[in-house]
């Protein structure tokens, strides 16, 4: 088992289209989502390109559930030191339910939906986010750094409790190998899209416009 990923890192635009004008935190926690969602995505693609047998169907939104409730905990903790008390709780309320509504939809899509009398697929989501973004609260920051533009750069504990919660969502022989591959090649490149795309979206100044292409019409 490799833990050198066969995918390259993940690029996003993050950067909202006609910057300088104020966003809500609900538009914020909207951009976010999206941008959340393609970084677990990708996480997922590029454990399997590294030989972690992640199956379609129920494996495949385990493993998202847990690398969602990550990317959650580390978002809304960036959120913590840029934002007022009151912006980051409607940004991280916002944030969560669209992450909710997406893996809903996706899993109502493939999966169904759950059985009669039994919660959506996004309420147990919502009730996972609650209990276990409570765990990732326990640990801080990476002594190392200093003055991160982001805000937040996670610890070892921070990181590997990732790896830990993954290992049931795999099979029994990738289990082994899986703290490993999320501190050395998936988490690093993960926190990097999520700092970077919460830096740039709260950054409102004005990006230079682009050259205009010129026809020899």
Not at 91 to 114: K, S, Y
Not at 139 to 145: L, T
Request: net charge negative; proline share 8%.
């Amino acid at each position: 088992m490799s833990t050198t990923p066969n995918t390259p890192a993940m690029r996003v635009k993050s950067h909202w289209f006609k910057p300088g004008a104020e966003k809500s935190p609900a538009e914020q926690a909207s951009a976010m989502a999206f941008i959340t969602w393609r970084v677990a995505q990708q996480m997922l693609k590029r454990m399997r390109g590294a030989d972690f047998d992640i199956d379609a169907g129920t494996p495949y939104f385990a493993f998202m559930r847990e690398v969602l409730v990550f990317l959650i905990a580390l978002t809304d903790r960036i959120a913590a030191a840029r934002l007022a008390p009151a912006e980051r709780a409607e940004f991280t309320v916002a944030f969560v339910n669209h992450l909710a509504r997406t893996l809903q939809g996706n899993e109502d899509d493939l999966l169904g939906p759950p059985p009669a009398g039994a919660p959506p697929h996004g309420d147990t989501f919502i009730d996972l986010v609650n209990e276990v973004t409570q765990h990732y609260a326990e640990f801080g920051a990476d002594p190392d750094s200093t003055g991160d533009e982001a805000g937040f750069q996670p610890d070892f504990a921070f990181v590997r409790y990732l790896g830990h919660r993954l290992e049931p969502t795999l099979p029994a022989k990738d289990r082994r190998w899986v703290i490993d591959q999320v501190m050395a090649a998936e988490a690093p490149d993960a926190i990097g899209v999520v700092q970077r795309a919460m830096r740039d979206l709260y950054d409102a100044t004005p990006r230079r416009a682009r050259r205009a292409s010129m026809s020899g019409d």
